[in-house]
């Protein structure tokens, strides 16, 4: 069922969420948490919202997609009210912030929160240079960014390092669980040596190659060395040097993975990109703060070959936010 509501107001839209749980025959909501997606672009908004009911068959949600518009026009909220098939297990609210109203998103939010439940933000975009002080930030205890979606995406990542605050987390980092995972179990076998030193290859504008190398970098004192493959591909490869022969993961079509170290047969394994829903999903399982992720983006200055890719980074930042606002003013 999806209902329009223009020109509206948050209570409006209170009462008609009423009435249609009442006209339904519901009687529990059986939310665990709300779900807010904050963005500028009108062709994300769909794109979000079918990944946020993707998640939600796991993590029933209501879903506030804050979807702000020209801020030339006049005052004006235009909400609409998904629920049932049109919404997964959740209930979507898509709500439409026009004129100086857009700037304001958090005053219209907390009408529409779940009580006693937990808020999540997530940016699909372009998000604020320091989430936690966002004003919509601020409301949540978890904050979803995606540096691979920006414009920038190193320059972004560089930003998520410098402002990190508990709860922070980017859906870059969620997309390597399966290789974190796989060179985890792949150390767990014999024979049983150190790990003298790591390369991590890459796209050169690839945030999860980055995070990647400081992962390993933050569990592993020995040199990390980040080495660049053509744009668009990726992470490419992954090589642990040790005594008896490297331990090396590659993936050169970005679907599948070979695994290759001394004393085992070599494996063939499923590494496709992981969707965003997927995504999504993983990081709505877990609150608190992810002190992984954290050490991850701080070891980021420890690794080879970063560090001149960083002082380019810190000196667009300043321009790279200016253009993002005037886009936003757009």
Same mark, same amino acid.
């Given at each position: 069922?999806?209902?329009? %509501?223009?020109? #509206? #107001?948050?209570?409006?839209?209170?009462?008609?969420?009423?009435?249609?749980?009442?006209?339904?025959?519901?009687?529990?909501?059986?939310?665990? =948490? @709300? %779900?807010?997606?904050? @963005?500028?672009?009108?062709?994300?908004?769909?794109?979000?919202?079918? $990944?946020?009911?993707?998640?939600?068959?796991?993590?029933?949600?209501?879903?506030?997609?804050?979807?702000?518009?020209?801020?030339?026009?006049?005052?004006?909220?235009?909400?609409?009210?998904?629920?049932?098939?049109?919404?997964?297990?959740?209930?979507? =609210?898509?709500?439409?912030? !026009?004129?100086? +109203?857009?700037?304001?998103?958090?005053?219209?939010?907390? &009408?529409? %929160?779940?009580?006693?439940?937990?808020?999540?933000?997530?940016? &699909?975009?372009?998000? /604020?240079?320091? &989430?936690?002080?966002?004003?919509?930030?601020?409301?949540?205890?978890?904050?979803? @960014?995606?540096?691979? $979606?920006?414009?920038?995406?190193?320059?972004?990542?560089?930003?998520?390092? #410098?402002? !990190?605050?508990?709860?922070?987390?980017?859906?870059?980092?969620?997309?390597? #669980?399966?290789?974190?995972? +796989?060179?985890?179990?792949?150390?767990?076998?014999?024979?049983?040596?150190?790990?003298?030193?790591?390369?991590?290859?890459?796209?050169?504008?690839?945030?999860?190659?980055?995070?990647?190398?400081?992962?390993?970098?933050?569990?592993?004192?020995?040199?990390?060395?980040?080495?660049?493959?053509?744009?668009?591909?990726?992470?490419?490869? +992954?090589?642990?040097?040790? /005594?008896?022969? &490297?331990?090396?993961?590659?993936?050169?079509?970005?679907?599948?993975?070979?695994?290759?170290?001394?004393?085992?047969?070599?494996?063939?394994?499923? =590494?496709?990109?992981?969707?965003?829903?997927?995504?999504?999903?993983?990081?709505?399982?877990? %609150?608190? /703060?992810?002190? @992984? !992720?954290?050490?991850?983006?701080?070891?980021?200055?420890?690794?080879?070959?970063?560090?001149?890719?960083?002082?380019?980074?810190?000196?667009?930042?300043?321009?790279?936010?200016?253009?993002?606002?005037?886009?936003?003013?757009?």
């Amino acid at each position: 069922m999806i209902v329009d %509501l223009p020109s #509206t #107001t948050t209570s409006a839209v209170n009462h008609a969420l009423i009435d249609i749980r009442e006209r339904g025959g519901a009687v529990a909501l059986g939310r665990v =948490l @709300t %779900l807010v997606i904050v @963005t500028d672009d009108s062709a994300q908004v769909e794109q979000s919202i079918e $990944a946020a009911n993707e998640a939600s068959k796991e993590h029933p949600c209501r879903v506030l997609v804050v979807a702000r518009g020209l801020k030339r026009a006049g005052t004006r909220l235009d909400a609409q009210i998904r629920v049932g098939g049109d919404a997964g297990a959740s209930e979507v =609210l898509v709500l439409r912030l !026009y004129g100086p +109203l857009a700037d304001h998103g958090d005053s219209v939010l907390v &009408p529409l %929160l779940l009580p006693d439940c937990p808020v999540v933000v997530w940016w &699909p975009g372009a998000a /604020p240079a320091i &989430p936690a002080q966002d004003p919509i930030g601020r409301l949540a205890q978890r904050r979803i @960014t995606d540096s691979a $979606a920006a414009h920038q995406p190193i320059r972004a990542l560089e930003s998520r390092r #410098t402002s !990190y605050a508990d709860g922070d987390t980017d859906l870059a980092w969620t997309r390597i #669980t399966p290789w974190r995972a +796989l060179l985890a179990a792949a150390l767990d076998l014999p024979p049983y040596e150190d790990v003298e030193s790591v390369t991590v290859t890459g796209a050169a504008d690839n945030p999860s190659a980055d995070l990647l190398a400081g992962w390993l970098r933050s569990r592993l004192p020995v040199p990390v060395r980040r080495r660049t493959s053509p744009p668009g591909g990726g992470i490419s490869s +992954l090589v642990l040097e040790r /005594p008896s022969g &490297p331990v090396e993961l590659f993936r050169p079509d970005g679907k599948v993975g070979t695994l290759r170290q001394p004393g085992q047969p070599e494996r063939r394994v499923p =590494l496709r990109r992981r969707p965003v829903r997927d995504c999504l999903a993983e990081e709505l399982r877990r %609150l608190d /703060p992810d002190e @992984t !992720y954290h050490a991850a983006l701080q070891a980021l200055t420890d690794v080879d070959s970063r560090n001149g890719r960083r002082a380019s980074a810190a000196k667009g930042s300043q321009s790279g936010e200016a253009r993002d606002e005037t886009r936003a003013d757009q």
